[in-house]
C-alpha cells in the first residue's frame, strides 16, 4: 500500500491537506501518513462536519502538528491565519473534497477556514472528489469540476465502486497512494525540463469591429491554446500568451497579452517572437476585416447592407518567413479535404509540424473540453484518439521537445 520509494519528490514539500465532510475522511489519515513518510512537512485544515468523520487527534498525531478548524482559538483569542496558511503550502490538497466544497470554492464563498485558506492560496491546488454516484453525476457538480479544471485545480479523479451509500458507481474517492502520486508528480523535475526556452502562443478568437456595437468573430473559446500554454509553463518554459477574446483565467507561471482585433495579435505575436525559441499558432485569426469600422451605430434601413472586407496579415506566415532555428509549430482547422489542406499550411508556412482538427470529427474543435487531433510533418501523419484538450496537449509538448 505504501508507495512512497516512487514519491521522491515530496521531500521538504510543505503540503496543507484539506479534509471535508465526507465518509472518505477516513482515509485522510493514510493519506497524511503517505505524505510524511515521503517526507512532506502536512498542516491539516479542516471543516467543523470533517472532525465528525476523524478526529482531530488521529490528523494531528499523524501529521505531527496542531490541526485547524476556526478562525481563530476562542481560548486564547490566536488567530489562525489562512494568508499565512496559502502562502506557506507548496500545495494545497483537499482530500476529501465534497459537493458542498467543491461549489463552495467554485463560487469564491469563504465561510470557513479550509475555503479562506483555498481562496488565498498561491500553489497548486488539489482536489480529490468523494460522493455519492447521482451527486457525482449531477450536471452541478460535474459544471463545478470543470470550472475547477478551467481554474487549474488539479482533479483526482474518483474510483468506481461500492459507495458507503450501498450504491455501486462512481465517486468513491481515490486511493491515498493515487492521491499522493499525483502530488507527487507535480513536483516532477521532467515537467521542468523546458526551462530556460520561451515560447509565443497563440489562442482564443479575433474579434473585428464593424461599428462600435458590432464585430466579425468566430466559435474559438481559447481552451485548446490556453492548455497549451499552461503544458509549456508546467515544463518551466516562458510563456507569452497572445490571447484573443476568451472567458478563460490566464494559467499559472504565463504572461498574458490580451488582443482584440487580427491586426493586434499580429503586432503582438511578432513582438514578442523575435525574442522567442518559437510559437504555437493555434488562435482562430479572422481573415478578413472590414475595411473600416465606422465610428458609430450604423442604422438600419431597408436595404441589404453591403461591407467591404480586407485580408488581414497571416501571423503564422510572417512568423514562418523568420523562422530562423526557431520552432514553430500550426493548427488547421478543416472541415473537407483535411490533408491535403493541413499540409499546404504546413508547407506554405514552414511549420515544423501542424495540428489538424476536424470540424467532422465529433468533439473536435471549438469550444468542448476535448479534441481529436493528427499531428502531420513532414515525415507523415499521427493520429490520436479523441482525449481531453489537455491531454492533447501534452502530445503538442512532448513532440516540440523531441524536435528541440
Ligand atoms: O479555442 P478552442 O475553442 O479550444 O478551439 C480550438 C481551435 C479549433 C481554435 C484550434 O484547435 C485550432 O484549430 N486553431 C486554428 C484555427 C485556424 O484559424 O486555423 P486555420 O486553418 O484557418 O489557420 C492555419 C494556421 O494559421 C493556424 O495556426 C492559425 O492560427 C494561423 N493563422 C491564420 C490566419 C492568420 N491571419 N494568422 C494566422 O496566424
Wanted: hydrophobic share 40%.
Amino acid at each position: 500500500m505504501e508507495q512512497t520509494n516512487a514519491c521522491n519528490n515530496l521531500k521538504g514539500r510543505h503540503i496543507l491537506l484539506g479534509i471535508t465532510g465526507s465518509i472518505a475522511a477516513y482515509k485522510a489519515a493514510m493519506v497524511c501518513r503517505l505524505l510524511k513518510t515521503a517526507g512532506a512537512e502536512v498542516q491539516v485544515v479542516m471543516t467543523a462536519l470533517a472532525k465528525e468523520f476523524i478526529t482531530p487527534l488521529t490528523m494531528a498525531t499523524l501529521s505531527k502538528n496542531p490541526i485547524l478548524v476556526e478562525f481563530f482559538d476562542p481560548e486564547n483569542g490566536q488567530w489562525n491565519s489562512h494568508v499565512k496558511l496559502g502562502e506557506w503550502a507548496d500545495c494545497f490538497l483537499i482530500a476529501p473534497a465534497t459537493a458542498n466544497t467543491m461549489a463552495k470554492m467554485v463560487g469564491g464563498i469563504a465561510d470557513n477556514l479550509l475555503l479562506t485558506s483555498y481562496l488565498s492560496a498561491r500553489c497548486p491546488v488539489v482536489v480529490a472528489p468523494a460522493m455519492d454516484l447521482d451527486m457525482y453525476a449531477h450536471p452541478a457538480t460535474q459544471q463545478n469540476l470543470r470550472i475547477l479544471a478551467d481554474r487549474h485545480v488539479g482533479i483526482v479523479e474518483p474510483g468506481d465502486g461500492e459507495l458507503a451509500s450501498g450504491l455501486v458507481g462512481k465517486g468513491r474517492m481515490a486511493e491515498p497512494d493515487e492521491i499522493v502520486a499525483f502530488v507527487n508528480e507535480l513536483f516532477s523535475e521532467k515537467k521542468k525540463s523546458l526551462e530556460g526556452k520561451h515560447f509565443v502562443v497563440t489562442a482564443g478568437a479575433t474579434i473585428e469591429s464593424i461599428d462600435p456595437v458590432r464585430f466579425i468573430s468566430n466559435h474559438s473559446s481559447g481552451k485548446m491554446g490556453y492548455a497549451i500554454s499552461e503544458e509549456l509553463a508546467r515544463r518551466g518554459a516562458r510563456v507569452t500568451l497572445v490571447s484573443g477574446r476568451t472567458a478563460l483565467d490566464c494559467p499559472p507561471g504565463v504572461d498574458r497579452v490580451d488582443v482584440l482585433s487580427a491586426d493586434e495579435m499580429y503586432e503582438a505575436t511578432v513582438e514578442a517572437y523575435g525574442r522567442s525559441d518559437g510559437g504555437v499558432m493555434c488562435a482562430a485569426v479572422a481573415d478578413y476585416t472590414p475595411l473600416e469600422a465606422a465610428d458609430h451605430k450604423l442604422k438600419k434601413s431597408d436595404d441589404d447592407l453591403v461591407i467591404r472586407l480586407r485580408r488581414t496579415r497571416d501571423i503564422a506566415a510572417r512568423l514562418g518567413a523568420e523562422k530562423g532555428s526557431r520552432l514553430l509549430v500550426g493548427f488547421a482547422l478543416e472541415t473537407d479535404h483535411e490533408e491535403v489542406n493541413a499540409e499546404s499550411k504546413l508547407h506554405k508556412k514552414h511549420f515544423d509540424f501542424i495540428v489538424l482538427n476536424s470540424l467532422r470529427d465529433a468533439g473536435a474543435g471549438f469550444r468542448g473540453d476535448t479534441n481529436k487531433v493528427a499531428l502531420i510533418d513532414d515525415h507523415g501523419r499521427e493520429d490520436l484518439p479523441l482525449m481531453s484538450k489537455r491531454d492533447v496537449a501534452v502530445h503538442i509538448v512532448d513532440k516540440m521537445e523531441s524536435l528541440l
